[in-house]
């Protein structure tokens, strides 16, 4: 009796020990999607070389040269410093249309975009005189600018129109940056314009790579968007107060005041706005809700466990056939099982993934199944076991597919199967290795 219970322990913890040892595998294969995950990246930054990259827009912004004087020991010459100081729009309107493509580098794709924007912006004249007046330094009104943020400035195809109170005016390239974004600027006279306000009109086309971002640099921001994509992601530190998505694409509508965000109407150069600015930003991202590589890393997760269950199979068809399975060919179950992973991921790339996770299920499943008949000497016990196979993929699937529900929906399964090992198990005497029933193993299982 002592013999045959080590034994069947001895086996017990072998499965176990062999089921560990596939972790090795299944990490070479999460490597492996990895290192592809990097390659795509690396793709849409070869795209994103030639087209622009995630692209972020800004109002424009009023930047007025400064001089102030600095304290120096008596009898020296007076010294002065030079600086800025910047200032934002009253209100900013913009509409922003977007026509969306895919292109391709080899096999991976991004979706790419050319922006219509159409921008309003206005300065008021109270505003600019009051913080002149508040000003510790003196201002040079003849050599101010206005700036136009542009976080990639090779996506900026086309300046269709850009009018200063209504005279048309002319954008100059600059080495100067907002924040973490280079600018294109215009020169402005403030000293000939007087008490007048500002009235920026602007018409660009902009192209971008995946996202379209947005700064709020006004008093009152007002932004219309609309894509022919269907799978928009809103990011950023605001939501759309109104959006509507449907099969022809999206159309969104924000609204931000100056008491939305952490910084001001004023600030100088002195001031490090850059932290501040960046986490303002909102917008838009062209998800592509068919991620092969993310959906591989989430089936991935599940692999030691379905490995696992797999054995526990094998070891009870071996338990209940009187059989002896070598650890061999244990471990060449579980090496059919982790190529699952490398053909899902390899198919994957190349017909999407639905298809390629049927392929390769049915592909191991059958595999599998056909090992198990030979091994077990029983074609019932490897159709059954396919079967098996092939059940457990589908309830993998379907936790890939549930997002949101994955984690709850994995934990009822894997109490289900536990709880359906226990009732497969609940008449074998372990000590005796055999069934505790009167009904002979035949009954339960087609000799050979």
Known sequence: MMQWTQTVIAKVMGVGVLALLMTIPLLQVRGLVSERQQLREGAITQIAQGWGGKQVLGGPVLVVPTLQQVAVAQGQPPQWRAGSESLLADALKLDVAMAV???????????????????????????IAQYRRASNATWQGGKAELRLPVGDLRGLQEVTGLRINGQPARFESSADRLGSWPNVVVPIDLDALGEQPIDVQIGLKLAGTEALQLLPLARSTDVTMRAPWRDPGFIGAALPLERSIDGHGFSAHWHLLDLNRSYGQHWNDADNMQPALQASTFG?????????????????KYGLLFIAMTFVAFF??????????HPVQYLLVGAALATFYVVLLALSEQIGFGPAYALAAVAVAVLVGGYAMAVLRARRAGLLLGGVLGLIYAMLYGLIAAEQYALLIGALVLLAMVGLMMYLTRRIDWYAYVPSSAEPPAAIMDKP
């Open 316 to 325: 009870l068809f071996e338990v209940l056939k009187r059989l002896r399975v």
């Open 101 to 127: 493509t895919t292109r391709s580098y080899g096999i991976y794709a991004a979706p790419v975009f050319v922006a219509t924007v159409k921008l309003g912006a206005q300065f008021r004249a109270q505003d």
């Open 284 to 300: 838009v991202q062209l998800y592509q809700p068919v991620d092969v590589y993310q959906r591989n890393v989430r089936a991935g």
